[in-house]
């Protein structure tokens, strides 16, 4: 069955090489070949999941080497597949949702005279994800990890003519590659310290390596993942990442990029284990970046950013759980599954909304849309319910377990983890109400109308997930599926029980749900967004000033560190250089004028001359 491993990414390259190469003469038909050939990725997937589903743990991880990429001196890298418990997962959600995706954009890019090249680009981004998570060494996994930059900065930016639209993909690629630099410099230690970028040697030697080295590549990992995953300080490009069509907001947050950073940090499980230091980074930072993301998510009346600060938010969840180590490493994935179908539904439904108000982005201009929309409104609840952590629904299972490991870890952590999840129902129910309830609040002309099943249709199938995606913990599922990848869990230590945290995010999800139905359901919403508000309103509006910022402490200081670096290049390097130069020339600039060719100006030099010698000679004999 290995056999098969590569066309699962070969499939979707040879959809963006077809698209992107064939031009204009693939206008008809290249979309839809695109969307069938990450269906046929899926399928390969779920054959080799099933094929491997029934084996023993050890014969479920299988290497494939494709051929030697390229020898440098003692470093030998091969273009290498690695298919275990962990890519697999990932192949199914990326190829799942992704092919999910791609029949929603038959219906949404229709009209678009660019949907050839939309499609190529989607094409190029599912490639680049699947290569990034099936490789077997850090290198091929930096090869998909850059092919994923290139490809959320084509599709960001895809309507170009807009300025804001280029300006963000600008923006995503340029803090990408600050991350970026923190992977590559994690990768030129690993091969320092263990002579390899294969993942199998770096696990097995990071348990006897020095205690500061694995520090050092915990944190550059953990740039990394913060460039990728939108994590504080490098999360600011996120909310401008709405600029691409709905469906890129809908890849980019559910099956690919976001998630980039999450398997990063798990695949990196040995060095996190060796590196208590990094994991306590990973945790300060994931708990800041989920409070940040969700109290952003609370003052925005753009549906497409109260989902992008909730993906902030729920990335932060995952990255926590990684932070906890072997307690929350099967919980991260699992979340970040769960949150692949749930977030997914929302984002399209949002696509779906948008489409029936042309193309308005504000919730203010809603309300009362459950009538005229009715499957995307019971489509989009369940994806609600899931979030908010309802009970019985997928996101209930996934997200308690992080903020049960997170208190049993640090009390306080989880207390923040469990405000955080009050903070999203509060978020999420005013989306809700502002956009499906409440009374109608529609532009003049705007006549909302439910879409057409081939983007309804895989809301349908996204909602079923969103409810039924917690199976996976029936029995410890997905905990003991990956346990002979991440290691065993640890036994549960003495405290409150996992009974009593349900039932408090539980109490405290009402909670927020009661608050936005008081602030927001209660009363007329205005159809503009109110200036005189509270200063954590304009705050939060502003993103928790996170472009001043990054502006105050990185921008301002990197371009005055620039100009004083170019003062010296040119005084002081390049002085160096030309300095020898110009003072031969100044000297025989001076001494030239001594060779003017006048007789007399001769004469009078050998009666100067002559008249030095004598008295040259008068001080000698004096003396």
């Not at 990890?145 to 900065?153: D, H, N, P, Q």
């Not at 999450?262 to 945790?283: F, G």
């Not at 909602?463 to 905990?479: D, Y």
């Not at 599926?481 to 869990?489: D, F, M, N, W």
Request: with cysteine; hydrophobic share 55%.
């Amino acid at each position: 069955m290995s056999n098969v491993l590569p066309f699962v990414i070969a499939l979707p390259l040879l959809g963006a090489a077809v698209l992107l190469i064939g031009g204009r003469r693939t206008d008809s038909w290249g979309p839809y070949l695109a969307t069938l050939l990450p269906i046929a990725s899926f399928v390969c997937a779920l054959v080799l999941f099933v094929h491997t589903l029934g084996q023993p743990d050890d014969a479920r991880s299988q290497s494939v080497h494709l051929w030697t990429w390229f020898e440098a001196g003692k470093l030998n890298v091969g273009a290498d597949l690695l298919y275990d418990q962990l890519s697999s997962l990932f192949l199914l959600l990326i190829t799942g949702v992704g092919s999910l995706i791609h029949v929603y954009s038959l219906g949404y890019m229709a009209h678009d005279e660019r949907k050839r090249r939309f499609f190529g680009y989607l094409n190029l981004f599912v490639a680049a994800m699947l290569t990034l998570v099936l490789a077997a060494n850090y290198l091929v996994l930096f090869l998909g990890w850059e092919g994923v930059g290139l490809a959320s900065y084509l599709l960001i930016g895809f309507w170009q003519h807009k300025p804001s639209a280029a300006a963000a993909a600008k923006k995503a690629f340029v803090m990408n590659r600050v991350g970026d630099m923190g992977l590559s410099l994690a990768i030129a230690l690993c091969f320092t310290t263990f002579g390899s970028t294969s993942f199998d040697v770096v696990n097995a030697g990071a348990q006897h390596a020095g205690e500061t080295t694995m520090t050092w590549l915990g944190l550059l990992l953990l740039l990394g993942a913060c460039g990728k995953s939108a994590q504080v300080p490098l999360q600011a490009w996120l909310l401008d990442a709405m600029e691409g069509p709905t469906p890129v907001s809908a890849l980019i947050h559910a099956a690919t990029m976001v998630t980039a950073g999450v398997y990063l940090m798990v695949r990196s499980h040995a060095i996190l284990d060796a590196a208590p230091v990094a994991r306590t980074a990973v945790v300060v930072v994931a708990t800041v970046t989920l409070l940040w993301g969700a109290i952003i998510g609370t003052a925005k009346d753009d549906i497409k950013k109260v989902l992008a600060g909730s993906t902030m938010s729920q990335i932060g969840y995952m990255m926590l759980a990684a932070g906890l180590g072997p307690a929350g490493y099967a919980f991260a994935i699992f979340h970040l599954l769960t949150h692949g179908f749930f977030k997914a539904n929302m984002f399209l439904g949002a696509g779906s909304v948008m489409h029936a108000m042309d193309d308005d982005v504000d919730m203010r201009h809603y309300g009362a849309l459950r009538r005229a929309m009715p499957v995307t409104f019971l489509t989009f609840a369940m994806g609600y319910l899931a979030i908010i952590g309802f009970p019985g629904f997928s996101g209930f299972w996934s997200k308690d377990k992080i903020i049960d490991a997170a208190w049993h870890e640090h009390w306080w952590i989880g207390a923040l983890a469990l405000f955080g999840a009050g903070i999203t129902a509060f978020y999420m129910t005013r989306l809700m109400l502002m956009t499906f309830f409440t009374e109608k609040r529609w532009r003049d002309g705007v006549h909302p109308h439910e879409s057409p099943s081939i983007m309804t249709g895989p809301l349908v199938v996204l909602a079923a997930l969103s409810v039924l995606g917690g199976v996976m913990l029936l029995g410890s599922w997905i905990q003991d599926y990956l346990a002979p990848i991440v290691g065993e869990p640890p036994e549960e230590s003495s405290g409150a029980p996992a009974w009593l945290i349900s039932l408090l995010a539980v109490l405290v999800v009402a909670c927020g749900v009661a608050l936005a139905w008081f602030l927001v359901g209660r009363r007329p919403v205005p159809d503009t967004a109110p200036t005189d508000v509270r200063w954590p309103v304009a705050v939060a509006r502003q993103d928790l000033y996170g472009d001043e910022i990054n502006d105050t402490f990185v921008i301002l200081p990197g371009r005055k560190l620039t100009g004083a670096l170019l003062e010296i290049d040119k005084y002081g390097v390049d002085g160096l250089m030309t300095g020898g130069p110009v003072a031969v020339g100044a000297f025989a600039g001076i001494f030239r004028k001594a060779q003017n060719g006048f007789v007399r100006s001769y004469a009078l030099s050998v009666l100067g001359g002559a008249v030095v010698v004598v008295l040259a000679l008068m001080v000698v004999n004096w003396q």
